[in-house]
């Protein structure tokens, strides 16, 4: 079946633009992760959405991201007035809910200039 | 905290020899999982291989094993007969059962040569 998608793979954008991230998760996986890969780091928790529960949003870095998935299924991530530490590969994962099931989608490299 | 430590931000090694990347890890939890992911420029994150923590047998697929040591929190990984496509990132991640999201290290940059 179809894995994890994400749109756009490359985003190159202008300090202070906004932008929008998407994730189409696998279908019928009920947990969804984004995650950011910053040069030389490893993979940042960012928020974790769980069916129709709120989600959790304590590794989003400021109040310029925010994150939404509708009808249970897609997820934007938004960032707000993007700076040049902005710049990053955005991971997004879903799962069952299964501690070994995650499935990662191919991110998405934001550019800050 | 939990964390996890990668100690070799970069390692190299010939085609068809064997290579150990290290991790440890922090944890107070007793019941966890272990994984290796391997990211090739594609940036596809992909599940080489994992550990169930109550596991005292350490998993292996195919030329990729493990070597799992619970009390002293390390879980390497150990590729034989290396080839040309292995070379990519490769990180080490852990979650617990009472957590829902995975714990990463920062990665060890592998290059295979021919």
């Known amino acids: 079946g179809a894995g994890v998608s994400q749109s756009p793979s490359n985003k190159v954008t202008e300090k202070g633009k906004d932008v929008e991230l998407r994730c189409d998760p696998i279908?019928?996986?009920?947990?969804l992760y984004w995650y950011r890969q910053s040069l030389g780091q490893g993979l940042e928790f960012l928020i974790y959405f769980q069916g129709n529960s709120a989600p959790d949003k304590s590794g989003l870095p400021s109040d310029r991201f925010s994150a939404e998935r509708t009808g249970g299924s897609v997820s934007t991530l938004t960032i707000q007035r993007t700076q040049q530490e902005d710049s990053a590969v955005y991971l997004c994962?879903?799962?069952?809910?299964?501690?070994?099931?995650?499935?990662f989608g191919p991110g998405t490299r934001l550019t800050v200039l | 905290a939990q964390t996890v430590t990668q100690s070799q931000p970069e390692m190299s090694v010939q085609e068809a020899e064997t290579v150990t990347l290290s991790c440890t890890y922090d944890?107070?939890?007793?019941?966890?999982?272990l994984f290796w992911y391997k990211q090739p420029p594609s940036r596809q994150m992909i599940l080489v291989i994992r550990q169930e923590a109550y596991k005292q047998q350490n998993a292996t697929e195919n030329r990729f094993s493990v070597n799992f040591q619970k009390a002293a929190k390390s879980f390497s990984l150990k590729i034989s007969d290396s080839q040309l496509g292995d070379t990519a990132m490769y990180f080490c991640a852990f979650i617990t059962n009472s957590g829902y999201a995975l714990n990463f290290g920062k990665g060890t940059s592998l290059l295979v040569t021919p």
């Open positions: 944890t107070s939890e007793s019941n966890y999982y």
């Open positions: 994962a879903s799962s069952l809910d299964d501690p070994e099931g995650f499935s």
């Open positions: 279908s019928g996986h009920t947990a």
